[in-house]
């Protein structure tokens, strides 16, 4: 490889690595060009471009482009899966996790993702991860869940004062219906004074005829003593 071509392959990986957010990194030893061609298909679908890199010259690229966390996984034959913003990393994971099941052959180094290097092992679990749109979901209803339950804490003792003013109305208007019964027994103790009267004044008649009585027994008294007085008068005489 000429030199100038050499500078212009490490000028075109510098651009990458700087363009990419995640990169994924295998050893493809043992792949052959259709496998390495089927998954080069499968990682453009998660928007990851597959390449088979030379390490020498991808180590000066990592360098210009301050990736070090790149330089401890380029040992041996090595290719990339450049990751850009609008890709899905769980997606390209899980298409060379799936490559390396498949084959028995390709082996996972591991990668680096915003600058952070990424195990052999984490990349396994990135890949055991749901679709960037389930993600995205469940993060979703994460944050909406905890708003509706304090929606329904602020509501409630809104339902609640409502109920209590209706229950006061429905109090008050019963009370309202129930309020002519108190005059109707006022007016009852004046029917029994009323009942009550005519005996009083029956028990206070026969008091006021006995004077009555006694002028008649005087009168009665008076001719029976004149009488005994002309008789004895005659006797005398």
Do not use: C, W
Request: glycine share 6%; hydrophobic share 45%.
């Amino acid at each position: 490889m000429k030199r100038e071509h050499k500078e212009q392959v490490v000028d075109e990986l510098t651009q990458r690595l700087q363009a990419a957010e995640t990169l994924l990194v295998a050893d493809y030893r043992g792949l052959t060009m259709p496998q390495i061609d089927a998954l080069r298909t499968r990682l453009l679908a998660s928007g990851a471009r597959f390449t088979v890199v030379k390490n020498t010259l991808t180590r000066r690229a990592a360098e210009a482009a301050g990736a070090d966390a790149l330089l401890a996984l380029l040992d041996g034959p090595s290719a990339i899966a450049f990751l850009e913003a609008e890709g899905d990393m769980v997606a390209a994971a899980k298409a060379l996790a799936d490559a390396a099941r498949e084959t028995n052959v390709l082996e996972i180094r591991g990668g680096v993702m915003q600058g952070r290097a990424l195990s052999a092992d984490e990349v396994e679990t990135l890949a055991s991860l749901p679709p960037a749109d389930v993600l995205r979901g469940q993060v979703l209803g994460a944050i909406v869940a905890p708003l509706t339950a304090l929606a329904g804490l602020l509501d409630a003792p809104l339902q609640n004062l409502v109920g209590l003013i209706d229950a006061r109305i429905e109090q008050l208007g019963g009370e309202e219906e129930a309020a002519p019964e108190p005059e109707a027994e006022a007016e009852a103790p004046e029917a029994e004074t009323a009942a009550e009267t005519p005996e009083a004044e029956a028990d206070a008649a026969p008091a006021e005829e006995e004077p009555v009585a006694e002028e008649e027994s005087a009168e009665d008294t008076t001719p029976a003593d004149a009488t005994a007085s002309a008789a004895e008068e005659e006797e005398e005489s």
